[in-house]
């Protein structure tokens, strides 16, 4: 065993209390809403049906379909890691049960996500398990990173976290809309169902813990937001701005052709002014508490290119 496994173990040497009473009686009714509107990515949707209806798309359209919702099971993929670090924290802090369950549900609840993301990229023109080009793969694994959310505590760092669900959420309507293939369209559905569940659970933390936070912590929550935000998301993940120039023309064109023919994909253009309504809607979300989410420049500032396209 590796000295650094070794250390972890006689960390948290002693399980007890092992907790069971219910403390937060939201966030446990978000728990038995998730048992109540489980859903199987591999059974609820009709993959034959989704194969017959795409088989004639011309082959460029298929695979820009199928690079789109590969991005999209990475993505959701990218969850997975940060759900298993904050169960793993909330289990070592005693948390109460309903949370460990929240958060169990969370991690579930992103790899449906990922299957039905992988499964669509699969039918269109064959799932991509790494990405071509060398930015994503470079980019991808800067969507987590622990010492980044180590510096917060487990409730601010969760609610930071589902700010960029309900930026993701309000992306994914886009998508939905976008849909004309009746199983692309449910799998958005349930994938935003859920994901509205993750966004309440934001809602609830900053209710309860919020008003606590400090000053200090409140303006550090606001710079870890926008930093996330600008270094991994809108590189490619949630918009396409950030990319180094010939990438993001080539993602771009490959988006828009997977938008133009209803694939469930968002236009390069339309995803900036979605990303900057949705900062306007978290901003007043989070103004009650006084946490100052700082000028995203590239996309909110006098400069920022009005088109992905056409800033070439
Ligand atoms: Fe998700
Ligand atoms: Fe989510």
């Not at 309440?200 to 996330?228: C, D, Y």
Request: one cysteine or more; proline letters at 5%; glycine letters at 4%.
């Amino acid at each position: 065993m590796e000295a650094s496994m070794l250390e972890e173990t006689v960390q948290n040497p002693n399980p007890y209390p092992v907790v069971a009473d219910l403390q937060y009686d939201d966030v446990w009714h978000l728990c038995l809403q998730a048992r109540d509107l489980a859903w199987d990515a591999a059974q609820d949707i009709d993959w034959a049906e989704l194969k017959r209806e795409t088989a004639e798309l011309p082959q460029e359209v298929r695979a820009a379909g199928a690079e789109w919702w590969s991005l999209r099971a990475w993505m959701e993929h990218g969850a997975t890691p940060y759900g298993c670090e904050r169960l793993r924290q909330a289990i070592y802090e005693h948390l109460p049960f309903e949370i460990k369950q929240h958060v169990a549900n969370f991690i579930m609840e992103e790899l449906r996500h990922h299957e039905a993301s992988f499964r669509i990229a699969d039918v269109l023109g064959g799932y991509q398990p790494t990405p071509k080009s060398d930015y994503f793969q470079m980019v991808i694994p800067r969507f987590h990173v622990e010492k980044e959310e180590r510096e917060m505590s487990f409730y601010a760092g969760m609610a930071v976290n589902t700010l960029f669900e309900q930026l993701s959420g309000e992306l994914l309507t886009a998508r939905f809309k976008n849909a004309r293939y009746g199983q692309i369209r449910k799998a958005c559905e349930l994938i935003l169902r859920d994901e509205a569940r993750h966004v309440q659970f934001g809602r609830i933390l900053m209710r309860r813990f919020f008003e606590q936070l400090s000053r200090e912590e409140k303006v550090m929550l606001g710079e870890k937001f926008a930093k996330k935000l600008r270094g991994s998301l809108l590189n490619g993940v949630y918009a396409v701005v950030n990319l180094p120039r010939d990438e993001r023309k080539r993602s771009a064109r490959a988006r828009a052709l997977a938008a133009e023919h209803g694939l469930g994909a968002t236009h390069p253009d339309e995803e900036v002014a979605i990303i900057v309504q949705a900062l306007a809607q978290i901003r007043a979300d989070v103004a009650p508490y006084d946490v100052p989410i700082p000028l995203i420049e590239e996309i909110e500032g006098p400069d920022a290119p009005k088109t992905t396209l056409a800033a070439e």
